[in-house]
């Protein structure tokens, strides 16, 4: 089993993975994917598109073993929410 370790604070990883879907992932990923999960390595760029977090981490890991994955739900401002109010984007 692979050990892996996180080389950025989860502030960084934030706001490089928030950088890179903006600058370019969104736009190829929005369409027809809504409520999905994108994972994205912030080092390389490269992402992957899943039902789950689990799904598309575990797909980014088999192209980049080394990733450094942070993860949002396409069209939502959070991976995952708690309560009523909706965390969609308008």
Sequence with gaps: MT????RYSKEEMAERGQELYESGIRQQVEAGNEGKIVAIDIETGEFEVGETI???TDR???RQPDAQ???IRIGYRTVYHFGARSLKKN
């Design 3 to 6: 050990v892996r370790q996180r």
């Design 54 to 56: 689990v799904a598309a």
């Design 60 to 62: 980014l890991f088999e």
């Design 69 to 71: 994955p942070w993860g």
